[in-house]
């Protein structure tokens, strides 16, 4: 896979997943904790797939 491809797919999974959190902020049940957390683990594995080619 080209390399620019990758870089406009961790882009766009990085806006959707902080999209996700602020939006579950604003919904005080179990639908917005859900979506909170979703995001979060999005985040994450984007900061594990980064941290993975250092070493």
């Known amino acids: 896979m080209n390399n620019a491809v990758k870089i406009i797919i961790k882009s766009i999974v990085f806006i959707v ?4 959190i602020i939006v579950g902020q604003k919904n005080i049940s179990l639908t ?3 979506m909170e957390l979703i995001g979060l683990v999005g985040l994450l594995v984007l900061l594990f797939l980064y ?3 250092y070493q």
Do not use: D, P
């Open 32 to 34: 917005g904790l859900a």
């Open 17 to 20: 997943c902080l999209g996700l």
């Open 51 to 53: 941290n993975k080619k």
